[in-house]
């Protein structure tokens, strides 16, 4: 990685219509792809059924499809937003489904207007993750659910041919202001959070983690004696590669109170 190289492709994607251009490249996961489209539904699942809901998905990317199939089962509504539209002419079968462009700061959404939160690998690019929680929190009614499947690796990497699992977390090498001089404008850009920063601002707005699923980098804990950047965290931070949280909207709200791991 040249650091020049990666601060000029930073700002070219700071004009938009070299980002619109770029973008039609774009891959950003599912992809529509049916059978992931299942897998991602099922894993949502599993923490809370859909029907009679009101649901949102925060960055679905190309895929309205996960919010369609809860439709299908019986959700009342469903709602995405993301920063950017990547929506296909061609989304049929998505008609029930209700598409937003936003600023990625306030969730144009009423206070108090929806049951369920999905996010499948879109946290991690959140430019203003603190916002975005305190939003959910605020969009939420009581006894609302947020489901976050948060990748907390260098997404530059992924991909790369011969693959550089040495690499997973080589974004935690730069200092803030130079990260984001990189990456800031680019669909590259992760926030860098780590697991426990995670569980720690969901706790501090008011969620009540009701259960966590993590995996880790096997690569990295074999490596982690050479790699300096990665001794200030502790083990679990510094080795933890995925995250899926789901966190309650307390019906008395619990705000300020930060819930310890483990
Ligand atoms: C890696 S893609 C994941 C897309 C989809 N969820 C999937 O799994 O295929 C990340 C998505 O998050 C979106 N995103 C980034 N920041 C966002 C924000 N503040 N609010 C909503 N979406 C955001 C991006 O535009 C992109 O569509």
Redesign the pocket.
């Known amino acids: 990685m040249w650091i020049p190289l990666e601060i000029a492709q930073n700002l070219l994607m700071g004009f938009e219509p070299i980002a619109t251009l770029a973008r039609r490249r774009h891959s950003?996961?599912?992809?529509a792809d049916p059978i992931k489209v299942r897998e991602v539904f099922e894993r949502y699942g599993r923490f809370s059924p859909v029907s009679g809901k009101d649901i949102l998905e925060?960055?679905?990317?190309?895929?309205l499809e996960v919010l369609a199939q809860a439709k299908v089962d019986g959700a009342i509504s469903c709602t995405a937003?993301?920063?950017?539209d990547?929506r296909s002419s061609d989304q049929a079968g998505c008609e029930g489904v209700k598409f937003m462009r936003y600023d990625?700061r306030t969730i144009p959404l009423a206070s108090a207007s929806c049951d369920l939160i999905w996010s499948?690998?879109?946290f991690e690019?959140?430019?203003f993750p603190g916002q975005?929680v305190k939003e959910c929190f605020r969009v939420l009614r009581p006894g609302g659910s947020l489901i976050a499947l948060i990748d907390l690796g260098d997404h530059a990497w992924y991909g790369t041919v011969p693959p550089r699992p040495d690499k997973v977390f080589d974004c935690l090498r730069y200092p803030e202001w130079l990260w984001n001089l990189m990456r800031w404008n680019r669909s590259s850009y992760v926030n860098r959070l780590r697991q426990s920063e995670w569980l720690d601002l969901l706790g501090r707005e008011g969620f009540f983690i009701r259960e966590k699923e993590t995996a880790v980098s096997e690569e990295t804990v074999r490596l982690l004696p050479s790699l300096r950047y990665l001794h200030k965290y502790c083990q679990e931070d510094a080795v933890t590669s995925l995250l899926t949280v789901c966190c309650d909207k307390p019906h008395t709200s619990a705000a300020g109170v930060v819930q310890q791991w483990p």
């Not at 937003?81 to 950017?84: A, E, H, P, T």
């Open positions: 950003t996961g599912v992809n925060i960055g679905p990317g190309h895929t937003i993301d920063i950017v990547y990625g499948h690998t879109a690019h959140l430019r975005t």
